[in-house]
């Protein structure tokens, strides 16, 4: 898990295709990634909430941030065998 990243927001896309079909309508969402012009794509009954969120959408992986108490992985954007992007959803 040290040589694949997604540095210019590969995976986001899948990432947000995965949300817009599995959030129940007016869920909520957050991400740690900078990039944003992805998540425009995000269906716009769903509501973005820093604290707490249903659905988590983490891109800037490490040992840490894959263990994310309260929350259990629903979707892995691989890239070579590494994940590059997870989609948490809350307990």
Do not use: C, M
């Amino acid at each position: 898990r040290l040589a694949e990243t997604g540095w210019w927001g590969e995976g986001l896309d899948k990432a947000v295709d995965y949300v817009n079909s599995a959030a129940p309508d007016g869920a909520t969402w957050a991400s740690n990634s900078a990039v944003t012009h992805t998540f425009d794509a995000l269906r716009g009954d769903l509501v973005h909430q820093e604290t707490l969120p249903e659905f988590f959408i983490d891109a800037d992986l490490s040992p840490v941030t894959e263990q994310r108490p309260g929350y259990l992985p629903h979707y892995q954007v691989d890239a070579g065998g590494a994940p590059i992007v997870i989609v948490f959803r809350k307990r």
